[in-house]
């Protein structure tokens, strides 16, 4: 059973570039058929997808973060990482890595994210985005 665990500084100035990596053990990232997605919860709000890396590299972004965000993977650490650019303080949010056999079209879309589509999560991790 692969478990994820993600990593990062805790806290990022407004306007500096944010970095987060996403540990796979129990399982490799390049398993098929497996798409690994970044998604985030920021206080009272829905959870929100920012993109993902497939198993073969091909990575899809959410159209309101493509802008900002780039997914990467380091297939000899078994990490997948996510790159926001220029943070705003509204990027403050629990931040999550997650796997899934699919991605939704709502998903692809609009970024909405429905649980019951993947079958494994980290446990989060907290990013502050302030002076």
């Known amino acids: 059973q692969a478990q994820l665990q993600e990593s990062g500084p805790g806290l990022v100035k407004p306007s500096q570039s944010l970095s987060l990596t996403c540990t796979v053990s129990?399982?490799?990232?390049?398993?098929?058929?497996?798409?690994w997605s970044w998604i985030r919860q920021a206080p009272g709000k829905e959870l929100e997808w920012i993109g993902a890396?497939?198993?073969?590299?091909?990575?899809v972004y959410n159209p309101s973060l493509k802008s900002r965000a780039s997914i990467s993977r380091d297939t000899s650490k078994n990490q997948i990482t996510l790159r926001l650019t220029s943070v705003p303080p509204e990027d403050t949010a629990v931040y999550y890595c997650?796997?899934?056999?699919?991605?939704?079209?709502?998903?692809?879309?609009?970024?909405?994210?429905?649980?019951?589509?993947?079958?494994?999560w980290g446990q989060g991790t907290q990013v502050t985005v302030s002076s």
């Open positions: 890396i497939h198993n073969s590299g091909g990575t």
């Open positions: 997650a796997r899934s056999q699919t991605i939704a079209a709502q998903t692809l879309i609009g970024g909405t994210v429905d649980r019951r589509e993947y079958d494994t």
């Open positions: 129990g399982g490799s990232i390049t398993t098929r058929p497996y798409y």
